[in-house]
Structures are given as C-alpha cells and as structure tokens.
C-alpha cells in the first residue's frame, strides 16, 4: 500500500470555481480508479489560487489479476464465423476452449489479464482527468494554441506534482511534463521545492508561505479578521461567502484592518457595505451599539516587511475614492426631489410595446389606488399608495442606482426619507420590489402591499398581453418570479379578491384582453409551484381550481389544505375509493340521467326556480327527498342509509363550503364514506329491473355531484 | 514611467510602436493588437494609446474619471509561459515592490462584442486598485485565436497616481518641474466634456456614422481591409459620441453596436482572407 500525491499547478484560478474544482477533481480520479479496477483508501482534496491538491491514502501497488471469456461459436461452425470471433477476442484459435454447453461443444476465447502496476494506472489517470476537467470556462494559452486541438484548462497550467508512495508517476499532458517539484509563494519563496514524501508535502509548502489546505485558510482569516475587529474594539460583520472568497484569493491570508473617513457614514450603510465587499472584497465592521463603523478589513496575500502599513495605507485609498464617488452621488441626487427625478422616466423605455417607465408608474399608480379603494389592500392610505406607486421607480435615474444597481428601491427610500415622505411612502418604495423570488420577506405594510402588488400585476398582465411569455427555460421580463411575488402578496396578506377582477384592473388599455385566462392558467401553475414547497400535491390543487369560481386565492388554499389533509386521512382515502368507484359504474354505464330527469329538476317544480348557488345543494336534497316517495321499489338497506346521508350531507357541506369552513365540509364528506362503502357491498347496481339500476345509477350521480361540490375528485390521482 | 516601460519591454523583445492616430476606446483597437492578433505569426508590441471614453467625461470635476486618458499596452503572440513573470517584474521596473505591496490577479474576463473578441485573465490589483487588465485572448473579430496572445493593459494615470501619492490625478506631477496633469489637461477635459455631451452636432455625427460604414464597405470592396477597418474604429468612436449625446434610444443601441460589430468583424475577415495563403504555406498547421 502506498499513498499518492498529486498537484496541478496553474495561473489563478478564479475564487468562485475552486470549490467545485476540488469536487470534480476528487470525482474524475475516482472513477478512473474505479474504471482500473482500484480501490482508494481515505482522499482529500486542497486547493490555492494557483494549485489544486489530491491526496489518495493505501492504494495498492497492483491491480487484480482479472479472467474474462466470451462465449462463441459452437464447434463446426463456419470457419468464418470462428475467424471472426477470435479477431473480436484478440485472440489466436488455438487459444480457444471448447466447452460443453447444453450438449454442444462450443468455443470459448478465455482472456487473462493481469495486475497492473498501479503507477501506470495513475500515469494514464492523470492525462485522462485534466482532459476530462469540466471547468465552467475554460481557455488555450502559449504557443501550442496554433492548432486549435491544443489543451485546455482555465488559465495556463503551469506543473503537475506526481508522488506515488516514494516514486515519481511519469506523465505528459498539454506539454506539461509531470515531476516531484512544487512552488512555493509566488513572492515569498522563488525556486523549486523538491516533495519526497506524501506527509511531507503540507509541511513542506507551510515553510514556503504557501496554506494549501482551504479550509485552514477560511479559518485563519475567520480568526484573524474578528480578532482584528475585537482589537480595534469593534465587531466584525460575519461573511461566510467573503471569507471563502478571500481564501480563494491568497495562499498566506493576512487580514488587515483599515479606516476611513467617518464622514462618509452620512452615506447610507448599504452603499458602504457593497463597495467594499462586491468592489474590494471587505469585510466590514458595527460599533459596540450595533451601527456600522468606519473601518474596513481587507485580506492581503503578504506578510509584508512593514507589518502592512502600506498595503493598509493603499487599500484606504481606495475606498475612500470608491466612497468619495458614493458620496458625490449622493449629494448630487438629493438636490432634486424624487418626484423631480422621476421626469427622467419618460425618457427610459420599459418595453418598447409598453412604454416607457414612466408610463409604467402612472398605470402602477392607478391600480394601487385601486386596489386601496376596493378594501382589497386594508388599512392602507389611498392618496399614499398612489404618491408611493409614483416615486417608486424615481432612483433608477439617480447617480447612486446607476453606480449600484442592485440597491435599486433601498435608494430610493433613503432619498424619500431624506425628503420627509411620510415613513409609509418611504418604505414602500425601499421594499416594492419585495418578495424578490420565493424565499424573500414578503412585505406586510399596507401602502408597500399596495404598491408591489400593482407593480407585478401590471408587468405580469402586459407581458402576456403583449404576448412576451415565458416559454420552457426563457424567462427573460422575469414573469415567474411576478407571479411568484403576486401569490405571496394575496396568501401572506390573506387579501381577499378574484384573480379575474386583479387581471382585469391591471389589464392595458388598447392591448387584447384575451391574455386573461393565460394569465389566469399562468398563475394557478406558480401556485402550484408555490404550493409544492408547502407539501401540497398538485392534484389537490387542481381538484379545487375546478370548483373554485374566479380565483379567490386565499379561500382556494385553505380549501387545497382541508381537501389535502381529508385524502390523507383514513376516511378522505376510502371516500376517494367510493367516488372513483362510482365515477367508473357511471362512466361505463354512460349514464347521463334517467328519462323523465326534467320533469324532476324542471320548471314545474317551484323551488328549482331559485337560482342561488349555495341554495342549491339544499334544494337538491329537499327534492330528492321529495322524490324518495316516487320510487316504484321498497329501497335496500343500504340503499336508503346512502340516501339518508346524502340528504344531511349535503346541506352541512354547501354550509360549511359558503362559510369557508373547509374542514367542516370535508367532516361532511366523510360522513358518506360507511354509507357508500355499504352500498357498494350489498347493492347490485345494475340490477335487472330497470327501474331499480335506474334509481341507483341516480343515486352514484347524486353522490358523485355531492362530493363535487367540495372539491372535482376526478382530478385527485389514486 | 512609460520610458521605464518601454525598456523593459524592449528588452523582452517587443516592438516599441506609437499610438495609433485615431480615436480608439482602447488599447485594444490599435491594429498592432486587434489584427495581428489574428494570424499564426509571432507578434511581441508595446505601446501608449491615449483612449476616449465620451461618456466617461466629468468636466475635469471627478479625481479619476476622464474622457481622455492613457494606456500602456503589451501585447505577446504566442503568449510566452512566464507572462505573470514578465508583467510582475514590469512592476518592480516602475517601483512596485511585491513583498511591500499586496498584488493580486483577481478574476475579470474580457469581452468586446463590436470586437466580436473575448479573453479570460484578471485585473491586477495592487492593494485593492486595479492597476492592469491582463488578458489571454481567445477570439478576435469572431475568429479563435491561433495562437493565443497575451494583452497586459496599464491604465498610466491610475499607476502614476499611485507611484506619486496623489489622490487627484489633476494633481499628478507631469515633469518633475512644477507642471501638473491639470495644466496639461484640465481646461481639455472641461472642454471636450462639454462637446461630447452638450455641443457635438448629432446630425452631423449621424451623417458621420453612414459615411463610415459607407467607406468601410468601399475599402472592403477594394481589398484593403486595413483601411476597412479604420474606417470600422471611426465608425465605433461617432457612436459612442452619439451615446454620449444621448440620442440613441435602448432599442436602437443595439442596433448601432451590431453595425459596429459587422464592420470589424468584416475588416478581420478581410484581413485573414488577404494573408491566409501567406500564413498557411509558411505554417502549415495552422487552419484559420
């Protein structure tokens, strides 16, 4: 058994690919090893910006001796066919074996392989792995590059490292040759370093300024930036995705604290914290109360003779330039108003079919009040939803948004605060764009509901009315994510309105209005999208959709909930058995009603005049009792009990559906389940006397109809 | 500093070229980087290129945003292994010490879609400043590069201003005799500010623009893709005036840089075209 050690080197390999690199790595030379019939003990994996690092504990020094045979022509065959087998084998014919195979003899190629050296496995293991590496962007480099065959990996590799237990594993890729040598610290240590042994190796490039293993890198500067912070008295702002980013960076992290002019913190914290980490890769620092502080740690590569004065003394510098322009930004743009800023809309194009910004906002602005005005958005301030819809988009013309897009709305809030907008107003602007995807804070401030609500609806409805929809991965205005927000506004909010009469408002003026029922179908999609992170099946969601009249969303959740639970339980199983039992007698049965059905639901009869539809379940019940009396036969036992309980279930249910009681009316339902089960037991449907199946198939269609009414069984798989 | 540069990358082999006398964006455009970065001879330059970015413009008002400024480039055909080297080592000629100063190659690709042209490399910071974008080019006017070069792009003003201390780049000391940055170019930025986004006459430029592309196809035509492709760069620059001026919608931007982009990419094709016989009878592995 020996270990194996194995390093790329190369240019700087971007921080973001490193730690999918070590993964693929680990993943390729697994498989190599597996495809060669070898077992690795304990693997581990490092990577620096300029190398990655495996490290393969106990392999063997041979593979196993493996037999393979192939089964061929029986004896007597054509001297072809034999050919043929023994080319395909790579085998001569006098190696064949014959064998007695169900009385026939019959040839046999039998192959003996034998155990490789393990050294050779890896010397073609290597080449194999850096030609098969999937890095997401990769490059050629030098003067091989002339044909276009030439290699590729993501920046220049540089030397390739290959110790099996003492031996060096001799291989040559993209005219690198393979040997026992390493580099060290790009400044701290110049010339070769010579590995003898596997354990040597960390050890070895530890003296040499270089930390290869990662995750040590990660928590020294973890350490080293909290102690500086703690030093200075100060409380670092914990960044997972800048510590891995910084040991991305360095080989020899060295976290270094800075400062800048208080002054700058007029600015708002935001535009501080993402200079300095998006622009310079910072970590930042609160005061002991909790506020940001003036001080910034960055992360340098060196351990610099001057114990880092100058390289703190650069870095200042460039912050305080990086916020010297945020600052100008930010005086610039509150010299003028937000309202002021928002002139400049008009000359921003939304779409060319939908105008521009500008145009947006107005549309944005009336639906808002709309929606305040409907109650549909309570306890919400009509005139300020609508002032909030109009400032809304202002900051996208600022300085400050034009420098840091993605601060779009934070800006626009400060600015709005800055000018003495009422903090409603204000809000609503800094989180309009709430809930940006699943996941993000839903807003539940009444003016800042109004005005994202309005904001989505209307690029949601114009897209579609434009016929910009999403199709398969495209997705490019975003519509998902609309109708993502939209559904999270209603369901948080439990805003109560039909998704026809919200299309409908938001609907532009001039374009189709057929784009509702996409939209409509569009948006019951995202719910169940929605819904499936929450557990819900899709199938409940369907099996209420068909029910629910105009797309009350909060009632048809509660009601996708209560159904969801029913089928799970014991009895919403069994009652789900007896409807798609029925549903099938009636389906083969092609049962439509029997002959003289008018007559009982007709004009004739003075309560089928009434037409409310929670009436009439009740009605229904009322007459079939009614009717009960007109049956020519004396009814089953069970029969009867079916009837009965149809009679009281039904009323309850419509009740319970009216009073949004989901859970009462599925207790409704589940009072049918002994009777149908009963039925079906001991009543033959399709009885001789006509008038019996007759009855009875009426009898399956009552109860399917009653169980329709709180939710389409039919859709629900199982 | 630039005279240090220049020896040094004298020394290394490079040809010392002058600007190009044009209006270019960047470095990039001068024909010593664009075409001969296509092609299989080896090419090793080094040059100035005074760049203008119109949009950039801040009437002289902003420490370090200018419509006109200077690059130092070096472009190396094939791309030599120990490129990082040679560049670190230009580093340490103008005064950069590497174990004083934190360098680092942080990732940043290049793409010039009116180039038709993309590398992948880094920007050099130097204590968190971006001192040098160092790239590997991969494609130049739509064509993989065969071989790859290297391009290392010094931005001069942002270097100076370093190496003196200063956080003005108006203050920067020109001569070492009292004459700053400003003197030179103060009054230039203010002025050249206010043509690019008040003054410059839009319908001129727009005329400007047609004739451009009008005599790019006429050189095309002639064979001469070299002067096609000037006329290319012309055509680049009256568009960025035009945005500057704020006369191009969204919509038509693209438009306009899809226009850009066919002339050089039609000037690069021409250009490979012309020489492809040549290149092929004195390398014949290499395929266009």
Redesign the interface.
């Known amino acids: 058994m020996s270990d194996f050690l194995l390093e790329l080197r190369c240019e700087e390999i971007p921080a973001r690919m490193q730690k999918g690199a070590r993964a693929d790595l680990e993943k390729l030379f697994r498989s190599e090893l597996s495809a060669a019939g070898v077992t690795p003990g304990e693997i581990v994996v490092w990577s620096t910006p300029r190398r990655l690092a495996l490290i393969a504990r106990d392999l063997p020094e041979q593979t196993e001796a493996v037999s393979e045979e192939a089964k061929g022509p029986p004896e007597g065959a054509p001297d072809q066919a034999i050919d043929g087998f023994c080319r395909k084998n790579g085998v001569t014919r006098d190696q064949l074996e014959l064998r007695d195979v169900k009385g026939r003899a019959t040839y046999f190629a039998v192959k003996n392989i034998p155990g490789r050296a393990v050294k050779d496995v890896l010397a073609e293991a290597i080449p194999a792995v850096i030609r098969a590496f999937p890095w997401p962007k990769s490059m050629r480099w030098g003067a091989a590059s002339l044909s276009s065959e030439s290699g590729r990996w993501v920046r220049p590799l540089s030397g390739i490292l290959a110790l099996f237990g003492d031996d060096l594993v001799e291989c040559e890729v993209h005219g690198v040759t393979s040997g026992l040598v390493t580099a060290g610290h790009r400044f701290h240590h110049s010339g070769d370093i010579t590995i003898g042994h596997v354990d040597n190796y960390q050890e070895k490039l530890r003296a040499c300024h270089v930390i290869v293993d990662h995750a040590e890198r990660e928590a020294l500067i973890r350490d080293k930036a909290q102690s500086a912070a703690r030093n200075a008295g100060l409380v670092l702002v914990e960044d997972e995705g800048l510590v891995v980013e910084n040991a991305g960076l360095t080989e020899w992290p060295v976290p270094l604290l800075g400062r800048f002019d208080e002054a700058f913190l007029e600015v708002p914290p935001e535009v501080i914290q993402l200079s300095a980490r998006t622009n310079q890769k910072y970590f930042i620092c609160n005061d002991a109360s909790g506020n940001l502080a003036n001080a910034f740690i960055c992360t340098a590569n060196i351990e610099a003779a001057d114990g880092g004065a100058a390289i703190v003394a650069g870095n200042e510098k460039v912050l305080a330039a990086r916020l010297a322009d945020a600052r100008f930004f930010w005086d610039v743009d509150r010299k003028k108003s937000l309202a002021e800023h928002a002139e400049g809309l008009k000359r921003i194009t939304f779409h060319e079919k939908l105008g521009t910004v500008a145009d947006k906002v107005e549309r944005v602005a009336k639906l808002a009040r709309w929606l305040v005005e409907q109650d549909i958005v309570k306890g919400a301030d009509a005139q300020q939803a609508e002032q909030a819809a109009r400032l809304s988009k202002a900051d996208l013309v600022t300085e400050m948004v034009g420098e840091f897009p993605e601060l779009q709305g934070l800006i626009g809030g400060y600015y709005a605060a800055a000018e003495g907008l009422p903090e409603a107003v204000s809000d609503a602007i800094r989180d309009h764009y709430k809930p940006v995807g699943q996941g993000d804070d839903v807003p539940s401030a009444p003016v800042t509901i109004a005005v994202s609500l309005a904001d989505k609806l209307d690029t949601l409805v114009g897209f579609f009315q434009i016929d910009e929809k999403p199709t398969g991965s495209k997705d490019p205005f975003a519509l998902r994510r609309a109708a993502i927000g939209i559904l999270s506004l209603i369901l948080e909010n439990d805003l109560r309105a039909f998704m026809f009469d919200l299309i409908t408002a938001a609907a532009h003026p001039g374009k189709t209005s057929e784009a509702g029922r996409e939209i409509a179908s569009f948006l019951i999609e995202r719910l169940k999208v929605q819904q499936r992170d929450a557990n819900i099946r899709h199938d409940m969601v369907d099996a209420v959709v068909a029910v629910e009249q105009g797309g009350d969303n909060v009632r048809m959740v509660k009601r996708i909930a209560a159904l969801q639970a029913f089928i799970g339980s014991e009895d919403g199983a069994n009652l789900l058995a007896g409807y798609k039992r029925a549903a099938n007698i009636l389906k083969k049965e092609d049962w439509h009603g029997e002959e003289g059905e008018i007559s009982r639901t007709g004009e004739e009869d003075p309560l089928a005049m009434v037409d409310d539809p929670d009436l009439a379940p009740v009605i229904r019940a009322k007459m079939d009792e009614r009717h009960l009396e007109d049956l020519s036969y004396e009814p089953d036992d069970a029969e009867k009990a079916l009837m009965e309980a149809l009679s009281k279930a039904e009323p309850r249910a419509a009740a319970a559906v009216a009073a949004e009681d989901f859970e009462g009316a599925m207790a409704a339902l589940a009072s049918l389940r002994a009777p149908i089960d009963d039925f079906f037991e001991n009543v033959t449907v399709n009885a001789d006397d006509p008038a019996k199946r007759a009855a009875r198939l009426s009898l399956l269609d009552r109860f399917r109809a009653a169980v329709h009414n709180v939710a389409d069984f039919s859709k629900i798989d199982g | 500093m630039i005279l240090a540069l220049h020896n040094y990358w004298s020394e290394q082999g490079c040809v010392i070229l002058q600007p190009y006398d044009m209006r270019v964006g960047a470095g990039t455009f001068h024909t010593a980087t664009t075409l001969r970065a296509l092609g299989?001879e080896p090419w090793n330059a080094a040059f100035v290129q005074p760049c203008r970015r119109p949009t950039d413009g801040r009437y002289g008002e902003?420490?370090?945003r200018l419509q006109h400024y200077y690059q130092y480039q070096v472009i190396l055909k094939?791309?030599?292994?120990d490129?990082?080297d040679l560049y670190?080592k230009s580093l340490e000629v103008i005064g950069i010490d590497?174990?004083?100063?934190?360098?680092?190659?942080?990732?940043d690709?290049w793409e010039s879609p009116t180039l038709g042209a993309w590398?992948?490399g880094?920007e050099v910071w130097?204590?968190?400043?971006e001192v040098t974008q160092f790239t590997?080019f991969?494609q130049m006017g739509g064509y993989?590069?065969?071989?790859?070069a290297?391009e290392l792009t010094y931005g001069l003003e942002r270097l100076a201003m370093?190496i003196q201390n200063v956080?003005n780049v108006y203050d920067l000391d020109f001569n070492g005799r009292g004459v700053s940055y400003g003197d030179v170019f103060l009054e230039n930025e203010k002025q050249m500010s206010k043509w690019n986004f008040e003054v410059a006459n839009t319908d001129a430029l727009f005329d400007l623009f047609g004739k451009a592309e009008a005599e790019c196809q006429n050189a095309l035509q002639a064979n001469v893709p070299i002067a096609a492709y000037e006329q290319a760069i012309e055509a680049s620059h009256i568009f960025n005036l035009l945005q500057a001026r704020?006369v191009i919608?969204?919509?038509e931007r693209a438009s306009y840089m899809g226009r850009v982009r066919d002339l050089a990419r039609g000037s690069c094709e021409a250009y490979m075209a012309k020489e492809k016989d040549r290149w092929i009878s004195a390398?014949p592995?290499?395929?266009a």
Do not use: A, T
Request: with cysteine.
């Open positions: 299989p902003n420490p370090n094939p791309s030599p292994p490129l990082q670190l590497p174990l004083k100063h934190d360098i680092r190659f942080v990732e690709d590398g992948l880094w130097c204590d968190g400043m590997y991969q993989d590069c065969k071989p790859v290297g370093y956080d704020g919608s969204v919509q390398y592995e290499w395929q």
